[in-house]
């Protein structure tokens, strides 16, 4: 950043026009603009031109956050958006035995897919009497078991994301194993989420920033996220 606002204080002057024409995210453009200067960026891909849509109009927090808020409590089948997602994750805290919602889920290899081993959770009503950490971890019960085989309309939800992507040339089996990242329940909660950013009416950086969160949010949910909370490479994962 010190080294383009170096180069901008060096080659223009107030009232400049200063052209970014190979644009990642309208952080020149950004920094032109600080320095009294006006500015064009040309973004080559709508990843960049979403970033530079928050960068160069950031949303009002209070409008962001009224979003946020107003997708949770949108309706979703016989609940809101969050109830009904947060009932696909539901779980009992083996020590008082009140239901909540699991933090995540630790997951071993298996043959010939990936085995829920443990889920992760906090429970505010047992803590002090525990004397334990916040976040706990415990084996799944029975009615874990139950929902981990439960059937959430996954084959729909696939077909809809799938459609989403282009085809790849010379990688047919690529969005398959991208969607295998994630589980079938995960699947269904992204879609709605994503379905509910997508269909009300918003204002265009506000738009911009719920897209962001969301493609934020896909690495660590999948399952390349290790139990310590960091994510490995694609490269390395995929290979």
Known sequence: ????????????????????????????????????RQA??????????????VVLRPPDV???????????????????????LGDLYATRCPTCGRMLVAEGFVWGTGDPAPTALARIYR????RD?????EIRQAPLDADDQVRLRADVGEDEVRAVIKA????????PDLVDELLDLHTPRQ?????????RIETDLRAAPVLAALRLAFL????????????????????????
């Open 123 to 126: 429970c505010t009503v047992c």
């Open 164 to 171: 989403r992507f282009p085809a790849v040339e010379g990688a």
């Open 187 to 195: 699947l269904v909660g992204l879609a709605a989420i994503i379905e």
């Open 62 to 84: 209070r409008h962001l956050d009224a979003a946020f808020q107003g997708m949770a409590a949108s309706p979703r089948r016989e609940s809101s958006l969050k109830v009904s």
């Open 216 to 239: 934020h949010s896909l690495l660590p949910s999948s399952r390349l996220a290790t139990a310590t909370g960091r994510t490995r490479t694609g490269r390395t994962s995929l290979s």
């Open 129 to 133: 009497q525990r004397g334990e950490t």
């Open 1 to 36: 950043t010190a080294l383009v606002v170096a180069r901008i204080d060096a080659h223009s002057g107030a009232g400049d026009v200063v052209a970014d024409l190979f644009g990642r995210g309208g952080w020149v453009a950004r920094a032109a603009l600080d320095r009294q």
């Open 40 to 53: 064009i960026t040309l973004e080559s891909n709508p990843l960049t031109r979403m970033l530079a849509e």
